[in-house]
């Protein structure tokens, strides 16, 4: 046990050093409050000094200080940034000013599975991720890796919306956080350089660049063919150098990330949407006067409802940018209902993995359909 406790205490001050470190460095916090319109968005970082005080003990007095990381990049046309700007405008203007929110993008303070040890800690306040940098200490959402578990942006936010309160109570019991947002970025689509792909068939034999996620590999491997894992940071070059044919991401990151140098087809497959929590910790919440509470929780809705619309309207332009640069859009597989069947049946292999049947046997009765099962 005092090992244990040790180990613990260890822990936080590591993250403290970390978060020091992060505040030392040359890129400060990003301050600017979210604006109305997207090209409103501002890069302005603020002062240096408030990026050191992510190190400190929060202040005495009324206002409140919630340290936010996330890892994208601080671009005006990024969901991701635009989404923590959102939410940074809207706590402070529910609170009436007593919340003040000092985001640090980029990866400033840490990878995303560190940014939800530093909040479950209580080092930072708040941090938005991946979903699947989450799951490593909150096993249940990994419900949201489950392949094709919707097929539309539709059904999804129907399982958001509807799955809130049971998902945030499993949450607090598994990890100590609480989600006051799922926000997204789209459905991650495929995209090769070799031919079109229309159907199953088209798909077989050409090599493909997926996370080192085995719901992702399984989800390929379910559908004929033997995915490659490679980090993201490689994957351009692998494309380039023809190591794979092909990878799978939303298109606003094939259009940011220039895919349409190396790439040429895209298939719009809907096997997994880019979802993301903003968590909080729930201790430090309830923490809150009641007022302050219910200004963040409204905040996080509402930034999430906002960044729908900001997404598909990003995605839109992206599709636009992809096809203009030369890229063939083929649209849905014509026998997406088969990819769909294929991937589904993997699900009660990883069953184990994500605490259960429990979470994602709520999100099929709230689309109405059966529970894949063995």
């Given at each position: 046990?005092?090992?244990?406790?040790?180990?613990?205490?260890?822990?936080?001050?590591?993250?403290?050093?970390?978060?020091?470190?992060?505040?030392?460095?040359?890129?400060?916090?990003?301050?600017?409050?979210?604006?109305?319109?997207?090209?409103?968005?501002?890069?302005?970082?603020?002062?240096?000094?408030?990026?050191?005080?992510?190190?400190?003990?929060?202040?005495?007095?009324?206002?409140?200080?919630?340290?936010?990381?996330?890892?994208?990049?601080?671009?005006?046309?990024?969901?991701?940034?635009?989404?923590?700007?959102?939410?940074?405008?809207?706590?402070?203007?529910?609170?009436?000013?007593?919340?003040?929110?000092?985001?640090?993008?980029?990866?400033?303070?840490?990878?995303?599975?560190?940014?939800?040890?530093?909040?479950?800690?209580?080092?930072?306040?708040?941090?938005?991720?991946?979903?699947?940098?989450?799951?490593?200490?909150?096993?249940?959402?990994?419900?949201?890796?489950?392949?094709?578990?919707?097929?539309?942006?539709?059904?999804?936010?129907?399982?958001?919306?509807?799955?809130?309160?049971?998902?945030?109570?499993?949450?607090?019991?598994?990890?100590?956080?609480?989600?006051?947002?799922?926000?997204?970025?789209g459905f991650r689509v495929l995209t090769n350089s070799k031919r079109e792909v229309k159907t199953l068939n088209d798909l077989q034999?050409?090599?493909?660049?997926?996370?080192?996620?085995?719901?992702?590999?399984?989800?390929?491997?379910?559908?004929?063919?033997?995915?490659?894992?490679?980090?993201?940071?490689?994957?351009?070059?692998?494309?380039?150098?023809?190591?794979?044919?092909?990878?799978?991401?939303?298109?606003?990151?094939?259009?940011?990330?220039?895919?349409?140098?190396?790439?040429?087809?895209?298939?719009?497959?809907?096997?997994?949407?880019w979802i993301g929590p903003l968590v909080v910790q729930e201790k430090w919440l309830q923490s809150q006067k009641p007022e302050i509470?219910?200004?963040?929780?409204?905040?996080?809705?509402?930034?999430?409802?906002?960044?729908?619309?900001?997404?598909?309207?990003?995605?839109?332009?992206?599709?636009?940018?992809?096809?203009?640069?030369?890229?063939?859009?083929?649209?849905?597989?014509?026998?997406?209902?088969?990819?769909?069947?294929?991937?589904?049946?993997?699900?009660?292999?990883?069953?184990?993995?994500?605490?259960?049947?429990?979470?994602?046997?709520?999100?099929?009765?709230?689309?109405?359909?059966?529970?894949?099962?063995?």
């Amino acid at each position: 046990m005092r090992t244990k406790t040790l180990a613990t205490t260890l822990g936080v001050l590591a993250a403290i050093l970390t978060l020091a470190a992060a505040a030392a460095c040359s890129q400060p916090a990003v301050s600017t409050p979210a604006p109305t319109k997207p090209a409103e968005a501002s890069k302005t970082a603020a002062p240096a000094d408030k990026a050191a005080s992510a190190a400190q003990p929060q202040p005495a007095g009324n206002k409140i200080t919630m340290r936010y990381t996330h890892g994208a990049a601080p671009a005006a046309d990024d969901p991701h940034h635009w989404f923590s700007l959102k939410f940074k405008e809207l706590v402070e203007k529910y609170s009436n000013g007593q919340v003040e929110v000092q985001i640090f993008p980029a990866g400033q303070l840490g990878s995303e599975q560190r940014a939800v040890q530093d909040v479950q800690a209580g080092v930072i306040e708040i941090a938005s991720l991946a979903v699947n940098n989450a799951t490593v200490f909150i096993p249940s959402v990994g419900l949201y890796d489950l392949p094709y578990m919707f097929k539309s942006r539709q059904e999804a936010y129907k399982v958001f919306d509807g799955l809130s309160d049971d998902l945030n109570q499993k949450m607090i019991d598994q990890g100590g956080l609480r989600s006051i947002a799922w926000f997204e970025q789209g459905f991650r689509v495929l995209t090769n350089s070799k031919r079109e792909v229309k159907t199953l068939n088209d798909l077989q034999g050409l090599k493909i660049r997926v996370p080192a996620n085995p719901l992702q590999i399984g989800a390929f491997k379910s559908w004929g063919v033997d995915p490659v894992p490679i980090a993201w940071d490689e994957t351009f070059n692998a494309l380039q150098q023809k190591v794979v044919d092909g990878q799978e991401n939303p298109h606003v990151t094939n259009a940011s990330s220039k895919f349409y140098e190396v790439q040429k087809y895209i298939t719009e497959i809907h096997y997994k949407m880019w979802i993301g929590p903003l968590v909080v910790q729930e201790k430090w919440l309830q923490s809150q006067k009641p007022e302050i509470r219910d200004a963040i929780i409204k905040a996080g809705r509402e930034a999430a409802i906002a960044e729908r619309e900001f997404v598909q309207e990003l995605e839109t332009k992206a599709v636009k940018t992809l096809t203009d640069k030369g890229m063939i859009n083929s649209g849905p597989p014509t026998d997406e209902d088969e990819w769909q069947k294929r991937a589904m049946s993997i699900w009660p292999d990883f069953y184990k993995d994500i605490g259960g049947t429990e979470m994602p046997e709520k999100a099929m009765k709230i689309l109405g359909k059966e529970l894949p099962k063995k």
